[in-house]
């Protein structure tokens, strides 16, 4: 029998990597993506399947977090035997700027599809695109014991949003699962965040296009593992036998100065000239070390991040330069 998936946040770094690999296990994958005026499925357009064909195993449905009633009436089209929730307002410092809008799409959101699910009384399995951002101000390291204390609009609509799906699994047997995942980054990473923005402006500024990036706070610490290698763990969540809750890191410490630096280094340039300071990019708050203890993952679903912080600054500086030369 060919398996079902719905992908909210299909058109996301995360949503690519896992239809890709969803669709390579023969699975029937169904993504929601949201109206825009222009294209926003540019990290799927290789994977697009014409409506109009026979055996058609990726299919895009319009659909927003928003939008409960079209929440109901999708599960209850597509009956799903897995859902991947990884929909959201994910940018921390643009979650500053928009709490309200933060909360009502990456918090309520989860609860109106976790609603639909339970309403249409379709039985799947769930997936919750938790994050290490919950953990915030509590010192590393962290797995899944550490008490939450997020420190933006986003973390704490993610604590939400992990309570009310161990809320549905306990109180309503559903069998769901938080994936408290660290930072995890690739060449598809939205170029906001900081090591695409980072990766990018090396090769832009190797190739004279630019001379400068402006850059935030240098000293945060983060846990930064390759995208591809999360989204077979949150499959592997779901082919568990039991639901539980399971953080994923690779377990080291870098600071954003010293991704810089590797980028910089690997096309020979000295990071110091090119990087100057714009206080827009400080949060209010700020997370100052995450680092991740994905030991438990390791134990119980033998997953493991393979790709370390440096080799994957290298890899993304790689990708932004051929981009610029093909
Ligand atoms: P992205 O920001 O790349 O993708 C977010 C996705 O959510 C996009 O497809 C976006 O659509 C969609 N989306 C946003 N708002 C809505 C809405 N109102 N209705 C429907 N869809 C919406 O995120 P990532 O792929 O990096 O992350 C996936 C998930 O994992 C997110 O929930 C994120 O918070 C979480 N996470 C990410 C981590 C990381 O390091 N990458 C770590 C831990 C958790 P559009 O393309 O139209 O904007
Ligand atoms: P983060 O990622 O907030 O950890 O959230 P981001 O790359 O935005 O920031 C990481 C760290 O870099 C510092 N920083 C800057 N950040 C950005 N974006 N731009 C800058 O110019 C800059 N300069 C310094 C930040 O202050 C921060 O300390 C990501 C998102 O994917 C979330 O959705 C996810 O939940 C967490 O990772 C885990």
């Not at 990884?86 to 989860?110: C, I, K």
């Not at 938790?130 to 962290?142: D, I, L, R, V, Y």
């Not at 939400?160 to 109180?171: D, H």
């Amino acid at each position: 029998m060919t398996k079902r998936a719905l992908i909210t946040g299909i058109t996301g770094q995360d949503g690519s990597y896992l239809t890709e690999l969803l669709l390579g296990k023969g699975y029937e994958v169904h993504g929601i993506i949201r109206r825009s005026s222009t294209f926003n499925t540019a990290r799927i357009d290789h994977l697009y399947q014409d409506p109009h064909e026979k055996d058609q195993r990726l299919v895009l449905h319009y659909g927003d977090l928003t939008d409960s009633s079209r929440l109901v009436t999708l599960i209850e089209k597509v009956r799903p035997d897995e859902v991947y929730h990884l929909a959201a307002q994910s940018h921390v410092r643009v979650s500053f700027d928009e709490p309200e809008y933060t909360g009502n799409t990456t918090g309520v959101g989860t609860a109106r599809l976790l609603e639909a699910i339970r309403m249409v009384g379709v039985d799947t399995r769930y997936y919750q695109a938790s994050s290490s951002e919950m953990f915030g101000a509590t010192p590393p390291p962290q797995d899944e014991d550490t008490p939450f204390y997020p420190r933006s609009p986003y973390g704490a609509a993610k604590v939400y949003g992990y309570w009310m799906a161990r809320n549905y699994r306990e109180a309503h047997g559903l069998f769901a699962v938080n994936g408290i995942l660290f930072n995890h980054e690739s060449p598809r990473r939205g170029e906001t965040f900081v090591t695409r923005k980072i990766a990018r402006a090396a090769a832009r500024i190797k190739a004279g296009l630019e001379e400068h990036v402006f850059l935030g706070n240098l000293d945060a610490v983060r846990d930064w593992g390759y995208a591809p290698e999360y989204v077979e763990g949150m499959w592997r969540m779901l082919q568990a036998d039991q639901p539980a809750d399971y953080v994923l890191a690779t377990g080291t410490a870098t600071t954003v100065r010293e991704f810089t630096q590797w980028c910089f280094e690997r096309v020979g340039l000295d990071w110091e000239k090119h990087v100057r300071f714009d206080e827009t990019y400080l949060r209010p708050t700020e997370v100052d070390a995450l680092i991740g203890d994905a030991s438990k993952a390791h134990r119980e679903l033998g997953w493991k991040a393979q790709t370390m912080p440096e080799h994957l600054a290298h890899l993304m500086v790689d990708a932004d330069l051929a981009a610029l030369t093909s």
